[in-house]
C-alpha cells in the first residue's frame, strides 16, 4: 500500500496568506497541516509516500517535509498544471505502478485518523471513499449510498441527493488508472476523481462509502483553520521545555524547548513554538504562536501566529486572527477593544 498526499492546490480562497506559500505548510495547534497527513498515513502503517507538488509548492512542501520525524519515504511528483485530483493521480500513476494506495488531500485533517478506511479495503473492494455529513453539500462531492455501497456520485451538485459529502481521503485498487485514461474534463475544465469513482461504480465495482469517526477538517477558509487550530489544541497535553518566568499558565499550556514567556498570563489551550517569545502579555484559549515569533505588552487569543510574527505595544485585545509568517501587529492608543486580523506573510500594520 502507497499512499498519495495532494499538495499542488494554489489556496487561492486563504489568500492573502497562501500568496507566497501553499496551504499545507501552514501551522495549526504548533504543526504544519501536512504533517498530520503524513502521521495519519505512518499510523495507518503506509510509510512509502509520494507528494503531488506545482512548481509553485514545491520548495515549500520539500522545505517542510525535510526533517520530518519518523520512517516516512518521501517521492515528489509534480504537476505541472492545475487540472484536478484525477489528473493528480494520473501524474502519480508510473510511482504508484500496480500498487493499490490510499489518496490523501493534503489540506484536510481528521481526529480518529485513516485506519479505519483501510480496514474496510478488503479483496473484492474497489475503493474506500471517506463520506461526512454537511451542512452545506453544494459545495462538496455528494454520494448516494445504499446498504453501505455508494452507487452515485455528483461533484458539486445544485441539487444536492443526499448530504453526505466525500471527504479527502480514497483508498483504490490500481483499476481506477484504467477509468481515469478515459476521462474527459468536466464543466470546471478538470478531471474530477468523482467521475472516476462513478466509472469503477459503472463497472460494476464495489465502492464502499465509510463514514468519518470524529470531527474533520477541511481547511479552505481563515475561519476553518482557525477551527482546525481550536479542535487540535483541545487534545493537548500541558508540557512545559522552554523557560518560563513570573507567568501564571493555567491550563492545558505547551511551551515547547527554547521559548521563553516572562511576566506574563497564558490560559490554555495554547501552544507556544519553540524560539518563541511572550513578554508582559496575555495570551487566552486556542492560540498557537510560531516559532521565534513575538509577543510582547500585547493579548491575543483564539488566533494563529505564525513564524517569526510579532504583536507587540498593542493596547487591544486581538480575537480571530491569523498572522503569517513575518507579519507584524505594532500598535499606539486610543483604539477600540478588539480587532480581527487576517495578514498575510512579512505584512506589516500599524494601529495608530
Do not use: C
Not at 494520473?90 to 494506495?101: D, K
Not at 512545559?240 to 501564571?248: A, D, F, L, P, T
Amino acid at each position: 500500500m502507497k499512499g498519495l498526499i495532494l499538495a499542488a492546490g494554489r489556496g487561492t480562497r486563504l489568500r492573502p496568506l497562501t500568496h507566497t506559500r501553499p496551504k499545507p505548510v501552514i501551522r495549526v495547534a504548533g504543526r504544519p497541516i501536512l504533517h498530520y497527513a503524513v502521521e495519519n498515513l505512518l499510523e495507518a502503517g503506509v510509510d512509502e509516500i509520494g507528494v503531488v507538488v506545482s512548481p509553485e509548492t514545491q520548495k515549500d512542501i520539500a522545505e517542510s517535509l525535510k526533517d520530518f520525524p519518523g520512517p516516512a519515504r518521501f517521492t515528489y511528483l509534480l504537476q505541472e498544471e492545475p487540472q484536478g485530483l484525477a489528473h493528480a493521480v494520473q501524474v502519480a500513476q508510473p510511482w504508484l505502478g500496480s500498487s493499490p494506495f490510499v489518496l490523501y488531500l493534503g489540506d484536510n485533517l481528521f481526529q480518529k485518523g485513516i485506519r479505519g478506511f483501510l480496514d474496510r479495503f478488503t479483496p473484492g473492494v474497489s475503493a474506500v471513499i471517506a463520506l461526512v455529513e454537511v451542512e452545506n453539500p453544494r459545495q462538496f462531492g455528494v454520494a448516494v449510498v445504499e446498504e453501505g455501497r455508494i452507487r452515485r456520485l455528483l461533484e458539486k451538485p445544485q441539487d444536492p441527493p443526499s448530504n453526505l459529502a466525500v471527504a479527502g481521503v480514497y483508498v483504490f485498487t490500481p483499476e481506477v488508472h484504467e477509468v481515469i485514461a478515459t476521462l474527459r474534463p468536466s464543466a470546471r475544465g478538470e478531471y474530477e476523481i468523482t467521475d472516476a469513482i462513478q466509472g469503477l461504480i459503472d463497472r460494476g465495482r464495489t465502492v464502499l462509502g465509510v463514514r468519518v469517526q470524529g470531527w474533520w477538517k477541511d481547511t479552505g477558509r481563515p475561519e476553518d483553520l482557525l477551527d482546525a487550530n481550536r479542535l487540535l489544541l483541545e487534545e493537548l497535553s500541558p508540557r512545559v521545555e522552554g523557560e518560563v518566568e513570573g507567568s501564571r499558565l493555567v491550563g492545558r499550556v505547551v511551551v515547547e524547548k527554547g521559548a521563553k514567556v516572562v511576566n506574563s498570563t497564558l490560559i490554555g489551550p495554547v501552544h507556544v513554538a519553540e524560539e518563541a517569545r511572550v513578554e508582559e502579555a496575555y495570551l487566552g484559549p486556542f492560540t498557537s504562536v510560531g516559532p521565534r515569533a513575538v509577543v510582547r505588552r500585547a493579548e491575543v487569543e483564539y488566533a494563529i501566529l505564525e513564524d517569526e510574527a510579532r504583536v507587540e505595544e498593542v493596547p487591544v485585545r486581538l480575537q480571530e486572527s491569523i498572522l503569517g509568517v513575518g507579519a507584524e501587529v505594532q500598535g499606539k492608543n486610543g483604539l477600540p477593544r478588539t480587532h480581527r486580523l487576517i495578514l498575510g506573510d512579512l505584512s506589516r500594520v500599524e494601529l495608530a
